[in-house]
């Protein structure tokens, strides 16, 4: 088990990484939850799907003393409301919730998000506990406090920022992930290599079989790099003012893709590898990387696909940029990689560089192109 | 103009208290919004009730070079829902709001839960005005950060801690406030003063007369007084674990009148008036405070009435204590006024007390007796 240490202005917690977590979390928590005095409150909440539990909810629950109470979010983004989080609300209070109960999200990104939100507001705040069982919400959604809910208009777009008390990772879950997901929550951690872990997108390239064979120690490695980069970040920059922007490269045509397909066609990550494609022939002719770095960092992403391909109108991912919300008073900021294992952001990319990128990336995404292949390109 | 500092570990902001803001508030809000530097965003959102914005949308309007855009609530606390804060999210949206943008409440208290919240959860969250309105939501709902909405199982059941940028009571509003209203506020005033400020006990009591007439210096210094007295005891006890429990005076029964008669007979004022009624009989039987204070404090509360006359059952009233969300693992804390300015919190008032207080209460509310009565206690 690898122990990170997220510490940020507002919140000091634990992120756990390991295998064989899930059949003792009660204790875990109790030794974590130091607001409790070393004790599990009176009534735990545990928000899952229905879908997970079947495959979990009896490992899960053997370290509790009392079960903890369940509560069902479907799955499906389309479940990422407003609507139910009053009904979570709703459920608790009926059970007997009060302000020192705990919550405790047990799923994927969804889950994550909507259990920490729903803690976030619950009774002006509760506390809660992640324990993710994707690999993206491993790596991804479970540092960094951000919670929330979509709206009909975007995603994301009203929430909070709220920490848990504690993280746990367990590699073990992710056995009953499919093939895809995983593939998908790996983009995340080849972003973490190219922004900021140049030993990670070594290590990446140099183990892709042993990852993508779920071999235990391999993910575990993969896993506890990329969280203790988006710590490292979050810990410099809470509020995404600055550094946490970095944490957003490959997302600009990311998102676009995402808000183009309606969320129905890729996978987060799948839109975000895609995301990095397009970011990185834009740092490619900036210079930022060289053509060779850019080679290599492409033929990664493809290591860990193959992507679904894509039939789409550039234009139309252009003009859907415009509207992503971390855009701050219309200026576009975009990140670039510098080298490898490092970025940067900049307020000056053009809707023309953006058209281009995105010309280049959809001419990747043609069905007939092998996948895993080895794209080279010319230097400037 | 009064100025009061609000200054917690997660917030400093200022309430300023007086005449003739409204007319002047854009210039006001550039120099208490420092997060703009001196400026306004590009767009601001001010959340009303129709009501509100028909008398004083046109004075609200006139020092912004370009006028808010204005979002409506219905009056009405069934309108304190989260499918309001959704309506209006999705507005805001529609409208181009961004993470830039800020929020200005102007209306009374539900008004101004709501806009908080809104604002608390928009995009995570941004920055946010307080106009209040009323007289209530001028010494109390401003201050303190408490933001929310009401579940049908109960009152501000979900909600969050969200300060605002600055506060601007305007005496001046309170003007087209209806008598009612401006008692049932009052009581707000007189719960301050029994709780924290004897010099403000004595004001109320000389000055009744001239605060009843709307007397804008006499307002201005019941308000300002209240406001000090709120903020000082948040500047010390943000997330009411302690010391802001005694801003809960009057309210354990004040909040069971509410949900018997399902918020739709008294104002809140009016029940927590007649929750410090019941309070105070508690305090007099325990001897916290003497009968000839309990005397003085309840002919301080009819002052202000009347009270409108309740037909309860006492029983049933003690029953809806028991489901108070403040009351962390059954535990039911009660304040009790310590003297005249002081008070305190126990922890060990019984289901009997309760009850013996909800029949005392119960019997003052007899509509037969007359209005602005005094009360005369025997000593224990």
Redesign the interface.
Known sequence: MQTIRVDTPSARYEVYAGSGLLATLAPRIERAGIIFGGRL??RVFVLTSPEIWALWGETFSQSFAQSPIALFLPSGEKHKT??S??KL??QM??AGA???SLLIAFGGGIVGDVGGFLA??????IPYVQVPTTFLAQVDSSVGG???VN????K??????HHPLAVFADIGVLGTLSGRELRAGLMESVKAGIIRDRALVRFMEENFEAILARDPKALEKVIAASIRMKAGVVNRDERESGLRMILNFGHTLGHAIEQVTRYKVLLHGEAVGWGMVAALHIAHLRGTITASQADRLENLIHLYGPLPALKLNAAKLVAATGAD?K???GVRRFVLPVGIGDAGVVEDVSANELLDAAKYMLAQTAPDRAPNRTVERKAR
């Open positions: 409150p009176r407003l609507a989080v009053e609300a709703r209070i009926v009060d302000r020192g976030a507001i619950f009774m002006r705040g951000k919670t929330g709206l009909p208009e975007g994301n777009l009203v929430g909070s920022f919300k855009n701050i008073g």
